[in-house]
């Protein structure tokens, strides 16, 4: 079973930068990100498959953040550059493990902060 183990959240001024990490224990078919803020829904922000080599995002974090893999750890990063409050959440990395499927596997979480 693929688990998954992410990091690299924290507390940045607006217009900072910070890097996520989420390691797979195995190569999923898809991986990405996702985030939920106070009060709010869980999004999606970015992802990356294995199946089309192709790298996706959300329209709020185009030309901000950048997805990245590393495939011989099983690996993806997200580079969020230029931070809004608004991107103030928890991310979380998700994993698609199944054929023709949804995200099924889910990281801890990891608090991003973006202060004004």
């Known amino acids: 079973q693929v688990q998954l183990e992410e990091s690299g959240g924290g507390l940045v001024q607006a217009g900072g930068s910070l890097k996520l990490s989420c390691a797979a224990s195995?190569?999923?078919?898809?991986m990405g990100w996702f985030r939920q803020a106070p009060g709010k829904e869980r999004e999606f922000v970015a992802a990356?498959?294995?199946?089309?080599?192709?790298?996706y995002y959300a329209d709020s974090v185009k030309g901000r953040f950048i997805i990245s893999r590393d495939n011989s750890k099983n690996t993806v990063y997200l580079q969020m550059n230029n931070l809004k409050p608004e991107d103030t959440a928890i991310y979380y990395c998700?994993?698609?493990?199944?054929?023709?499927?949804?995200?099924?596997?889910w990281g801890q979480g990891t608090q991003v902060t973006v202060s004004s």
């Open positions: 998700a994993a698609d493990i199944n054929p023709g499927g949804d995200y099924d596997v």
């Open positions: 195995g190569r999923p078919f898809r």
């Open positions: 990356f498959s294995w199946r089309t080599s192709g790298n």
